[in-house]
């Protein structure tokens, strides 16, 4: 079992006419049914609305096979994000976070959840930033056992999170035990400022001791290890718009890694999270190809579980 920690949300996409849509998102719930759509077992741990959003997202979850880490809904209003779409397809975020039901995990809620059968741990987003459930996080990865791996994706939201001490602290405290780090080139422009993508990238490996997946674009993924670089192509498709692309990335690699039966102490073998991550480019690869977060399944990756 896996279990992602974070938001469930519904995204409001605006494209450059104008044009509105919504899909259900959060990029760690994104991550879940990822999971979950490769035939790996999922929870997602973050608070679902009983109102008509949270329906919403519960019907997906349990077409996915998704458990809901916390049992039951919560009464708080569904987390809405507003996504503008660039010329390319990429996304920027405005959040409408204050009292609604991502913020209602609390970490005795958190910590009373995680089930015995949990294997690795994801956290990240706005469950870095959005309390109590930043504080629900950090509970969670400083109580991981030391056989269950923790993979953490920092993926920067500016809007909510520029000069906010919060995350600053909840991140330092998760990359204490992190054994994996993904981030994309925004991601480190934003935690390294004025540094050189790649160089803040083996800077973060050296400072955290986590092996870093530096995700850059539609260019090539660095698998960053102490003084190793692994660089895998990323193969050229139409792209529809990238919205839940990384987050795909993460599910995959890890429904690869536990599908495959590979441990917490693998990570230390640069090769097998190489493969892991070629496969969860193949799975970001078709995510981009398809309008709003809308992940394969594992007969749909070209290849399958090699």
């Known amino acids: 079992m896996i279990t992602v920690i974070g ?9 450059q006419q104008g044009g509105v849509t919504s ?24 608070g ?24 039951a809904q919560v009464p708080e209003p569904t987390t809405l ?28 809620m958190a910590l009373a959840h995680i089930g015995s059968d949990c294997r690795a741990l994801h956290v990240g987003t706005l469950g870095l930033v959005l309390q109590p459930l930043a504080d629900a996080t950090v509970a969670v990865v400083a109580g991981a056992s030391d056989d269950q791996l923790v993979m953490a994706d920092p993926n920067c939201r500016p809007s ?20 994996l ?6 991601d480190l422009e934003f935690l390294f400022p004025g540094q050189n993508a790649l160089e803040a990238a083996v800077s973060l490996n050296a400072d955290s001791g986590a092996v870093v997946l530096f995700t850059d674009g539609a260019n090539v993924v660095h698998v960053i ?8 192509d990323v193969p050229k498709v139409p792209v529809v718009d990238t919205v839940g692309a990384g987050d795909s990335f993460s599910g995959g690699f890890l429904a690869w890694w536990l599908h495959n039966g590979l441990a917490r102490a693998d990570v230390a073998d640069l090769e097998k999270v190489a493969q892991a991550a070629r496969f969860g480019i193949a799975v970001a690869g078709i995510t981009c190809q398809r309008p709003g977060a809308d992940p394969p399944h594992s007969n749909e990756v070209p290849g399958g579980w090699e």
């Not at 938001?7 to 494209?15: C, H, K, S, T, Y």
């Not at 290890?225 to 895998?232: E, R």
């Open 48 to 71: 679902v609305s009983t109102d008509s959003f949270g329906r919403r997202i519960m019907r997906l979850l349990d077409a996915d096979g998704v458990v809901l880490g916390l049992g």
């Open 7 to 15: 938001e469930a949300l519904v995204d409001i996409i605006v494209d």
């Open 225 to 232: 290890g102490p003084g190793t670089d692994v660089v895998l």
């Open 81 to 108: 994000a507003i996504a503008q779409l660039d010329e390319g397809g990429a996304a920027t975020y405005r959040f409408m976070m204050e009292g609604t039901s991502a913020s209602a995990v609390t970490p005795e």
């Open 160 to 179: 909510v999170m520029t000069g906010s001490s919060v995350f600053r602290q909840a991140l330092d405290s998760v990359l204490l035990r992190a054994d």
């Open 181 to 186: 780090v993904k981030v994309s080139g925004d």
């Open 23 to 46: 899909v259900v998102g959060g990029a760690p719930l994104n991550t879940a049914r990822t999971i979950a759509r490769l035939g790996v077992p999922a929870t997602f741990l973050g």
